[in-house]
């Protein structure tokens, strides 16, 4: 392996890696965080300040930094590849891919202000449209294209709070931009989603959808440029959030979270369930520990609230053999989680408890 193909795969193969667990961190601060009216309206009125904040306060921001960095350094992994494919073909970046190899302290020194831009700048929306013109067919549709937009105007303006001279915002513009995008898809996509409760997750499902669309796209991008050289830069860590999100079985991230409340149901429920048996003799079998691969030396689940491992079986079980006939095992899925989260939190189990 030569010095260049240890770079894309190694280097470029752990940012990679970097890129997914943003995605999933990112999502997972917007998770459980609900809507919070504050509490002086007609002072917020008199201030211009937006009555509607989210609980927690940092989750708006987590969201916002962390997908804008992700998908940037998604297209800049694209943008060397391409750069790799034209300087072995007639070395019009020999510069700044020398430069880059010989990893020396001033990369960009000498490379031209268009490389400088492509590698330095925040802009995801030209990191977008440079990939196209290197001639490389990057297809995003009208709502991914947007968010790349909100990220880049996040980055570039917002990321330092009200550390900087920029007037035309307000103090909590990152919350008032995740709102606007909770609104916006809620609008566009008023379609009940299986497993989504409410309105704001009914729009988390399709945010999350969106952004699951745009991870592939650019995973499947970096997989079909690292295999023309015969590369592993494409290989994710088994079982990190970075595999979960590039190699998502569902529509959107947001059921990455789902997943794993299930699985917090279903282990509670197994816990409880022969003092539920007693007072309900027709509430459903549990999934049994061993099926499920529920190792109970092993406490993930109960210090993380969540256990890749365990999503994997307890998804494999659900699907493949208790709704293994169903012609909508989400619609199963959805009807067995309501009624064991209703027996789990019956007054009646509690008083008898």
Known sequence: MNEEEYFFNTYLGRELNVCGDLIYKGFE??????????????LNQALGIDSVDFLQEAPAFIFWINNSIAFERLGKIIILFLMWNNNQQNDPYEQIIDEIFSKTDSILENASDREKELLKTH????????????????????????LLQLFTEFYNNLRYGRF????????????????????????????????????????????????????????????????????????????????????????????????????????????????LHKNYPDAPEPLEAD????????????????????????????????????????????KREREIVGLISSEAYYKDY
């Open 291 to 334: 099926e499920i691969g529920l190792d109970f030396s092993d406490n993930t689940l109960l210090k993380q609230g969540y256990n890749n491992t365990l999503v994997d079986y307890v998804r494999e079980v659900l699907y493949d053999c208790l709704f293994e006939n169903s012609d909508n095992k989400k619609d199963c899925l959805d």
């Open 123 to 146: 802009n995801n929306n030209e990191i977008y449209k440079a990939i196209n013109k290197f001639g490389y067919n990057l297809v995003l549709d009208k709502e991914e294209r947007h």
């Open 164 to 275: 900087h001279d920029k007037k035309t915002y307000e103090f909590n513009q990152d919350v008032i931009m995740l709102k606007g995008l909770f609104d916006k898809f809620y609008k566009i996509h008023r379609k009940n989603i299986y497993m989504c409760h409410s309105k704001d997750e009914t729009a988390l499902f399709h945010i999350g959808k969106t952004i699951n669309n745009m991870a592939k796209k650019y995973y499947e991008s970096i997989k079909e440029l690292s295999e023309q050289h015969c590369l592993f830069t494409y290989e994710l860590h088994e079982d990190s959030f970075a595999s979960r999100v590039f190699q998502n079985l569902d529509e959107s991230v947001h059921e990455l979270f789902i997943w794993n409340r299930i699985v917090r149901n279903e282990v509670t429920y197994l816990f409880m369930y022969d003092k």
């Open 29 to 42: 601060a917007l998770e459980n965080n609900q809507q919070n009216i504050l509490d002086n309206e007609e």
